[in-house]
């Protein structure tokens, strides 16, 4: 891995653009002659496009991934003195989101196997003022929507998935962010279906609730001077629309090759000792946006050193659990087992160009720095 051998990025997205270069400026250039820039053709197209691919009723364009957390909360009805059970471990919007809408997160362990939400946790911490979960698709495999579903409909509460890290996943068959009563979408440049900035998407089968969602993203209106409620300036433009046109044809096979990516990642990790890749349950299909491995033999931070040296990018997708970030220090919930996988987890480098070349290299890699890095040390409690 040393020498002239080319590095190997965590992400890399330049063979995706190289590909529909072409397209993509052609795409760009019409929005520009067109003189239309925000919430115009393109927007209303991505739209009706989006709710096809996802069997929906609704698609909401809006400017972020955060944005659809937020507005689909309010939407939902969600709001001051409300609680929403929802997980530690996922990207700090997802809580972000539920507390600017004057809501409380509360945070429940996830289960070891897919470091998703422990449906069996949620029940236990619903109280009179929960009103919502959210969910989150952690890195592309779907939370156990079923589970997750009837705790909801026996409790009266309402769900909205978080769907930022797996577009084009699905849950015993259904597209993620079909199942609840909405779903939020990211279309940051690093996921599957990736934007050349920030854009999001609100899915949804309820129709007050897309038209509540439509008002919040344009400063609470449907037409011009009839404000009915404070709002948001969330409007996706042209150009960002005309961009994930292009590129949504081809992510189903993309999402292809990144199984076959993630399968030969398995097959070669098999004689790597202390590394242990993900797990998909038989319910999902797994979008793999980012392929994260345990890492229980040695310290992960040392060990993603030595990939760095040996010419390796990795990722560390979450090194701190949202529980335990400062701004909600006070909330002094002890939830071990996301704790241990901020520890252990370390993202390898995945995409759906990525050579089995390329993977091999990658856990040759890994091997050696496995046999060089010293044991964790493991303190008695």
Aim: glycine content about 8%; hydrophobic content about 45%.
């Amino acid at each position: 891995m040393h020498g002239c051998a080319p590095q190997i990025p965590a992400l890399d997205l330049t063979p995706e653009i190289d590909l529909l270069w072409n397209d993509i400026q052609s795409a760009i250039a019409d929005v520009m002659r067109s003189g239309q820039f925000v919430l115009g053709p393109q927007v209303h197209a991505f739209e009706d496009e989006m709710a096809r691919a996802l069997a929906v009723k609704h698609a909401v364009a809006c400017n972020s991934g955060t944005d659809a957390l937020v507005i689909g909360l309010r939407a939902l009805g969600i709001g001051h003195g409300d609680e929403v059970i929802t997980t530690p471990f996922t990207f700090f919007a997802t809580a972000e989101a539920i507390s600017l809408v004057g809501a409380e997160p509360v945070f429940v362990d996830i289960e070891p196997r897919t470091l998703n939400i422990d449906p069996q946790k949620i029940a236990d911490a619903i109280t009179p003022r929960t009103k919502a979960i959210l969910p989150v698709h952690l890195f592309g495999h779907a939370a156990d929507m079923d589970a997750i579903l009837d705790i909801a409909r026996r409790h009266g509460l309402v769900v909205l998935e978080d769907v930022a890290q797996a577009f084009g996943g699905r849950c015993r068959g259904r597209s993620l962010g079909s199942l609840g009563q909405a779903g939020a979408f990211s279309f940051y440049p690093t996921k599957n279906l990736g934007a050349f900035g920030d854009a999001g998407l609100l899915t949804t089968n309820d129709d007050h609730v897309a038209r509540t969602a439509r008002k919040l993203r344009t400063h609470g209106t449907e037409r011009r001077d009839r404000n009915e409620m404070i709002g948001y300036n969330s409007r996706l433009d042209e150009i960002q629309a005309a961009v994930l046109r292009v590129k949504l044809p081809y992510v189903e096979t993309w999402n292809r090759e990144r199984r076959r990516a993630a399968a030969t990642y398995r097959r070669l990790l098999a004689d790597v000792p202390g590394v242990s890749p993900p797990i998909v349950e038989e319910y999902a299909i797994h979008a793999f946006n980012q392929y994260t491995v345990r890492v229980t033999a040695c310290d992960r931070d040392a060990l993603q050193q030595s990939l760095a040296d040996a010419g390796v990018g990795t990722m560390v997708y979450y090194s701190t659990p949202v529980h335990q970030l400062p701004v909600y220090s006070d909330h002094h919930a002890e939830l071990p087992v996301a704790e241990k996988a901020a520890r252990e987890v370390l993202s390898l480098p995945i995409g759906p160009m990525l050579s089995n070349h390329a993977i091999g290299r990658v856990v040759d890699a890994l091997r050696q720095a496995c046999a060089t890095v010293a044991p964790r040390q493991v303190v008695a409690a």
